[in-house]
């Protein structure tokens, strides 16, 4: 395959999870799962949603628990 190829992919692969979770999550647990998609640490989305680094870890564990 291509660079392009594997790059269509993969964001075909991310736009089928990103399809799925937006189904299954709540709001809190969709907006932490983006911002580590962006590349945030769990410590900075703490900061945003005034948490402990591990309730957000503790969150999106609870996400990942949900997909089938």
Not at 17 to 26: K, M, N, R, V
Not at 43 to 67: A, P, T, V, W
Request: proline share 1%.
């Amino acid at each position: 395959r291509s660079r392009r190829q594997r790059q269509m992919c993969k964001e075909t692969d991310f736009n089928e999870l990103d399809t799925l979770i937006e189904t299954i999550a709540s709001d809190k647990e969709y907006y932490v799962y983006w911002l580590i998609s962006e590349g945030h640490s769990y410590e900075n989305i703490g900061e945003i949603f005034d948490l402990s680094r591990e309730r957000i870890r503790q969150i999106y564990d609870g996400l990942l628990e949900k997909l089938p």
